[in-house]
């Protein structure tokens, strides 16, 4: 069973929100609720739980090579 929860950190004002991830798909975009910025996955990530939060996003969690 997958973690629902994830701490995402803004690497822009370092703004720090606790969110519930989609539990069957990626997020490719998240704004930053301190500073607006919308935040994209980095280069190799799936989504923005994976690249700027605590816990990977729930398809990483339960073993799947990428989101779909």
């Known amino acids: ?20 991830m989609p ?3 990626c997020q490719w975009f998240y704004d930053c609720k301190g500073c607006g ?8 990530d799936c989504c923005v739980y994976c690249s700027y939060g605590t816990v990977a996003c ?9 989101c779909s």
């Open 1 to 20: 069973m997958s973690i629902a929860e994830s701490t995402i950190t803004c690497p822009k004002c370092n703004h720090v929100e606790t969110e519930t």
């Open 23 to 25: 539990t069957d798909a």
């Open 37 to 44: 910025a919308l935040l994209k996955p980095k280069v190799g």
């Open 58 to 66: 729930p398809p990483i969690q339960d073993g799947n090579s990428c």
